[in-house]
């Protein structure tokens, strides 16, 4: 079964420790959601999960074939259009052109992207669009693995409610592996197995919160009484520094 | 190959869009006809007559033979800027001392005017086609090394990022994301060198040659030939124009249709 397997691992910028001693396991078919204030870590936790930072001390161990990312800002190629975007990760598995149309076509359809959009070029997108051809690209390549950077942050309620449809019905299915990063507690809830609760300078885990209720049959009232609480928890009230004072 | 069909489909299109460009031309041929009726033949002959001539010269051998010495020379030295000014932008861009060490020498050369470079060349290389060329790589080398180094610096770490969680291989990556980002950079400024090169490649013939169309125009000066010179300026920036809005307009607005 593949993994992923954070050990002992910290990170540094200069004299400023980012990242102190993290262990954490994702196991294959799980989601788990990094929650943190921001500025603590988080992302930096993500790129070296990812690969795209090199790490210092302690072991990332990432036993999972393919793996793909949605970042809060779409990061889309300018000079491609939509389907040319949402291909690129399987032109990067060396898949053919009319492979690669096709399944870009499919599930840009699915996304509620409309033919008349194929051939837009990325500035004529609303950031709402932008987000969903970014989802499309990920989702495409059928990832082991899916990193997710606070992809729902800049979206509007309904929007959110969509993208996080089309996650979550692909964890039903038990078709992929979640590493979330977020700083809504709602959210979490909705998605999660696991949550750690990351408290910043020096980035740390303080706490892990489990969820045993499958995603499906989480109901808005579940998510509430979860998320309520959650807020009441010490842990939480110091690392997001609730309290009033 | 696919952008290529695409710019050939999109000329007829293109092409009736220059209407309006049109238009304007004649309005400016309307007010130089003006200038014709209001100071005489010998300052500004009237179009009728500059295009008469031009028809003459260019059944006329030897004006013909001219008009190639100088399209070899202009494009002899735009293509050296064209190879050399890329491949050092590019170089310069991606090293962070090579871009801080030649930025002080490129404004040197942006800002040394042209006329400048003839004499010094004139001295150097005595008078004939090395000077021309040399003074025409001078001056459109730096414009094409500039948008070579601007390609290069401005190109965005996140795209890279995304790319390599896609575990995206090295020459897709070149092709797919730096080489489309570049190119627009590089492509304006090739476009603008070879306007330069034009303009100076006629300076340094007037100056420093006995043959070409720089040539051509000194002599029709030195015999108060008004209408033949004319009809040369006429022939250089038709030229230019046929080039730019041509052949260069319609790829360029292919290759930056994705910018805001």
Redesign the interface.
């Known amino acids: 079964m593949a993994r992923l397997k954070v050990e002992n691992l910290s990170f540094s910028f200069g004299y400023d420790t980012i990242l102190d001693n993290i262990n954490f396991e994702i196991n294959e078919g799980e989601v788990v959601s990094i929650v943190g204030p921001s500025g603590g870590g988080k992302t930096t936790l993500l790129r070296l999960c990812a690969g795209l930072l090199d790490r210092q001390d302690g072991d990332i161990d990432n036993s999972f074939e393919t793996q793909a990312i949605a970042f809060q800002d779409p990061r889309l190629l300018p000079w491609k259009n939509v389907i040319d975007n949402i291909a690129f990760g399987l032109k990067a598995m060396g898949l053919s052109s009319v492979e690669r149309e096709t399944k870009a076509k499919e599930i840009a359809l699915n996304f509620d992207l409309e033919e008349s959009d194929f051939a837009k070029f990325p500035k004529e997108l609303s950031g709402g669009m932008s987000q969903r051809v970014s989802f499309a690209r990920a989702l495409v390549t059928k990832p082991k693995l899916l990193f997710l950077d606070e992809p729902f942050s800049a979206l509007d309620i309904g929007l959110k409610r969509e993208l996080q449809d089309h996650v979550m019905e692909l964890i039903d299915n038990n078709e992929i592996t979640i590493f979330f990063i977020t700083h809504d507690i709602m959210e979490a809830i909705r998605l999660s197995d696991k949550i750690l609760l990351l408290a910043p300078d020096p980035g740390r885990i303080v706490k892990i919160f489990e969820f045993d209720v499958p995603q499906s049959q989480r109901d808005d009232e579940y998510v509430y009484s979860q998320t309520a609480k959650l807020l009441s928890d010490r842990e939480i009230i110091e690392t997001f520094e609730l309290e009033f004072k | 190959m696919k952008s290529l069909l695409k710019i050939l489909r999109d000329f007829p299109a293109y092409l009736w869009s220059g209407w309006g460009a049109i238009a304007s031309i004649f309005l400016f041929i309307a007010v130089w006809d003006v200038g014709n009726q209001i100071y005489g033949d010998l300052i500004l002959p009237s179009p009728l007559e500059t295009f008469s001539t031009l028809w003459i010269l260019f059944s006329d051998n030897g004006f013909m033979e001219n008009l190639m010495i100088t399209l070899r020379r202009a494009m002899v030295g735009f293509g050296i800027s064209l190879v050399v000014g890329t491949a050092l932008g590019l170089l310069a861009g991606f090293f962070v001392t090579a871009s801080i060490v030649s930025r002080p020498i490129v404004t040197i050369l942006m800002g040394m005017p042209p006329i400048a470079w003839i004499v010094l060349a004139m001295i150097w290389f005595g008078m004939g086609d090395a000077t021309v060329e040399f003074t025409v790589v001078v001056a459109s080398l730096p414009i094409v090394f500039v948008g070579a180094l601007q390609g290069t610096k401005t190109l965005e770490d ?2 890279e ?9 090295r020459t ?1 990556k070149f092709f ?2 730096y080489l ?2 570049i190119f ?1 950079y590089v492509f304006p400024a090739w476009v603008a060198a070879l306007g330069m090169a034009w303009k100076i490649v006629v300076m340094a013939e007037l100056l420093a040659t006995s043959d070409g169309l720089g040539a051509s125009l000194a002599m029709a000066r030195s015999q108060l030939d008004t209408a033949s010179a004319l009809a040369i300026v006429v022939a250089m920036v038709g030229l230019l124009m046929i080039a730019e809005y041509i052949f260069l307009e319609p790829i360029k607005r292919e290759v930056e ?4």
């Open positions: 996140k795209f990022e995304m790319a390599d969680i896609f575990k995206v291989p897709m797919d994301i489309p980002h627009s249709k994705w910018r805001d």
